[in-house]
């Protein structure tokens, strides 16, 4: 059963997720993450004693979601083409923040490659995660270069979010996220 | 001829050029800036009354340097194929700074989207140079989509420097920068 410390905890979290993405990490300060949240700063000392601590947080949720998205996918079909296919619908999700904010998993890569390495080692989880999944779906075609072809779909699908947030073009991502689906379909169907 | 005062600026802007790089223009200081080049703070707002005309001075810097490199892929043939495979060739210069701190230009668009509109206008002139010049080389050739494949071809760059960053991958950046190449080729000769 939940506790009000738990829901501060899922509130500061949530909050933080959103200013990270929004702001940045490192421009977003714990007064921002008690503005959002109407928890005094010196209550959510109790939950989290530096930023790194709720960075880490995040990223375990961000982890979470994203294994819900694909199971999700899984769930739906057991084809792992149409499984992929599926995945890339995520850049049709939440398009507008995209041209915004960009990625929020390859923003946060990027921001914290020029911090600390054990920041963006944290970060990279959800890329892993990405890659991992990925793979295992074109593997499970028969397909023979899995893992390149993993590392080229994410990048595929980060170089559009540059790109479309960059000159701000939405109708990139639609074109590009048409594209990305031909691609999926003639490695594993050619 | 140069002065003591423009050989001051430009060592002003070669040093935060290098720290936006590095640590993010957010993550930059004027303190931090003054401790790189030696010139006392109150100095140097005799150059720039703010972080946003170091940032501008950074962002025409950088649109002059790769005016540099754009004109000597256009010295060195009038073909416009062969341009684009010279130009690709970025992806190999500076191979162990992309793994460290990603793209220069993609990395600061990424960051600036999140704060002030004005700023992130800014950092996106180097991406409309490189957009445009690409677009001509394409247009050169005869093919129709070119803008297409200039954003096309824009979005593949980005996308191999977050995901190499991201896994630390600097094999990842070799392999890409030969399918580019291939692809630059098949959209062209096809």
Not at 4 to 30: H, P, V, W
Not at 40 to 53: A, C, L, M
Request: hydrophobic fraction near 40%; charged fraction near 30%.
């Amino acid at each position: 059963m939940g506790t009000k410390g738990d829901g501060n905890r899922q509130r500061i979290i949530d909050a933080a997720d959103s200013l990270f993405y929004r702001r940045g990490y490192n421009q977003t300060s714990f007064q921002d993450i008690s503005d959002a949240t109407g928890i005094p700063r010196g209550n959510f000392y109790y939950y989290f004693k530096t930023k790194d601590e709720i960075l880490d947080a995040v990223v375990n949720t961000r982890v979470e979601e994203l294994t819900v998205l694909l199971n999700r996918c899984e769930a739906e079909t057991e084809d792992g083409r149409e499984r992929l296919l599926l995945f890339s619908n995520i850049l049709d999700f939440n398009r507008d923040d995209v041209i915004e904010s960009g990625c929020p998993i390859g923003s946060l890569s990027s921001e914290l490659a020029k911090d600390d390495p054990a920041l963006h080692e944290k970060s990279r989880q959800v890329f892993v995660l990405l890659h991992n999944w990925i793979k295992q779906q074109f593997e499970a075609t028969g397909i023979i270069n899995a893992d390149d072809l993993a590392m080229d779909l994410l990048a595929k699908l980060q170089g559009v979010t540059v790109i479309a947030c960059a000159f701000k073009d939405v109708d990139y991502i639609k074109r590009s996220h048409l594209e990305i689906k031909k691609w999926i379909n003639e490695k594993i169907l050619n």
